[in-house]
């Protein structure tokens, strides 16, 4: 009698699970490298933003039930890495306060110089930015995201977005704009 | 502000998109990532697959089976406890506690009907001792379980076919066992590694670690043979998560009781040695009346 409810209960989680599974491998192969990529960008830690993916990727293996939808599902895992990244940064703020954290990974070499120099300066104009500025920046720029999508994924309203974006554009051009007359 | 001449102007926003992509292009992602967060599924599978609404019922009634049972053993405890003096009171409700939670779910006779099958088995811890007991019983009726002993009611974890798996299949549950317990069981797990704990009072008294003869994805048999001293203990079998941070991946526990021999803790006893006086391992003798 054991044995066939063991049987049984197998079967039927079976079912339900390859679904959820399947979702997981497509979705890994989709997309896997863009969300970890969006992590890094928020995070600038590679190994922080591959643990907050993966953990996403399983929450949503939970979730999967409830989604039952790619799109649904890309949107809900875009959510948990800026949601999650952002819980990263709030815990990393005392430890920063304490110790200088470690520079950006070194670009490699086949950018030229100059393009470099550029990108290492707005890379520091960017994370000198507040968080949600950021994120919004790093989901419209980096994401290609619609406003309505960037506004589902950091769960803010789209005025909000909209104000976090031109604020966060302002204050980079000012940055910018102060390292260039000095 | 955009009219200076050396601004980034508007083609800032083209800037930050070529700085961000070429930023990204650089983030190499580990590949066996899939791998992983399979694993991980499977380790979060056991804890999701209660949320399911036909199983809610089934651990309730488990539950209610569980205290029904618990409050029963430990009725019969105290009353027969005047009459084994030798034993301690404690770990026989312990270990039979235990028990009684772990196969709580198959138990679906009434009240009496367990205490009936409880009362006798029970009193073997006492009987054994005196040396006409010892002499006449078969000594492969002592490692048998004490519950139910018609039917296998020892519940092992259910395998879905995928996930790690360890299952410790002998001895059973509650049983009381000789000096020199052998281990089985079976596992799906990662080089077919198999760590074994035991445990006495939640002290950790050995670790160990079998090989079971396949390792995942197949599902294999393991054996290990330990020498205790006399006394209750709990024995964990576990697969632990390559990660190194001791997360146990699949794992089954059983608590089983070594039958004192009888001139080691009861030195007025005269039984003889017979089959229940294997060596003693000295190391591993904790004082049985710690509590």
Do not use: H, I, W
């Given at each position: 009698m054991v044995a066939v409810f063991g049987a049984d209960q197998g079967n039927g989680e079976a079912a339900v699970r390859w679904e959820a599974d399947d979702a997981v491998t497509h979705l890994y192969q989709e997309h896997y490298r863009a969300l970890v990529r969006l992590g890094t960008l928020l995070l600038r830690d590679v190994g922080a933003a591959e643990e907050i993916v993966q953990d996403s990727f399983v929450a949503m293996h939970g979730s999967w039930g409830r989604l039952r939808d790619p799109e649904k599902a890309l949107a809900y895992l875009r959510q948990c890495v800026v949601n999650r990244s952002r819980s990263v940064l709030r815990r990393r703020v005392v430890a920063d306060k304490h110790m200088p954290t470690p520079g950006p990974d070194e670009p490699s070499a086949e950018y030229g110089a100059l393009a470099r120099l550029d990108n290492q300066r707005v890379m520091a104009c960017l994370r000198r930015l507040p968080t949600r500025q950021r994120e919004a920046l790093v989901l419209r720029?980096?994401?290609?995201?619609s406003e309505a999508a960037i506004a589902a994924a950091m769960k803010v309203s789209k005025g909000a977005v909209k104000s976090h974006t031109s604020r966060g554009m302002a204050a980079m051009r000012k940055m910018l704009e102060q390292e260039q007359s000095t | 502000m955009n009219d200076h001449p050396q601004s980034p102007g508007p083609d800032l926003e083209a800037l930050l998109s070529t700085t961000l992509r070429a930023e990204a292009e650089q983030v190499e992602t580990d590949p066996a990532a899939l791998a992983l967060i399979r694993r991980r599924i499977a380790v979060a599978k056991p804890a999701t697959s209660?949320?399911?609404?036909?199983s809610r019922p089934a651990l309730a009634g488990g539950m209610l089976a569980a205290v029904v049972a618990l409050g029963t053993v430990v009725g019969i405890n105290v009353a027969s406890n005047d009459r084994a003096q030798?034993?301690?009171?404690?770990p026989p409700a312990t270990a039979l506690a235990a028990d009684a939670s772990r196969n709580a779910e198959s138990a679906t006779g009434p009240n009496d009907t367990m205490a009936a099958k409880v009362a006798p088995a029970e009193g073997t811890a006492p009987m054994v001792d005196t040396p006409q007991e010892a002499a006449t019983?078969?000594?492969?009726?002592?490692?048998?379980?004490?519950?139910?002993?018609?039917?296998?009611?020892h519940k092992i974890p259910l395998d879905d076919g995928r996930s790690p798996y360890v299952a410790i299949?002998?001895?059973?549950?509650g049983s009381i066992v000789e000096k020199t317990v052998e281990l089985k069981g079976l596992a799906r797990a990662f080089e077919a590694n198999v760590i074994i704990e035991v445990s006495q009072n939640g002290k950790v008294v050995k670790k160990d670690f079998a090989t079971a003869s396949a390792g995942a994805p197949d599902k294999g048999e393991w054996t290990k043979t330990l020498s205790l001293a006399p006394g209750d203990y709990k024995i964990e079998a576990y697969e632990e998560s390559m990660?190194?941070?001791?997360?146990?991946l699949s794992s089954d526990t059983i608590w089983i009781t070594v039958a004192a021999a009888p001139d080691a803790s009861n030195p007025t006893s005269e039984a003889p040695?017979?089959?229940?006086?294997?060596?003693?391992?000295p190391a591993a003798t904790p004082p049985d009346a710690a509590r």
């Open positions: 720029y980096y994401g290609d995201l | 209660f949320r399911r609404g036909f030798d034993v301690v009171a404690d019983q078969d000594p492969g009726a002592m490692s048998r379980l004490k519950m139910a002993p018609q039917t296998p009611v299949t002998a001895p059973d549950s990660k190194g941070d001791g997360t146990k040695a017979g089959p229940l006086a294997p060596a003693v391992d």
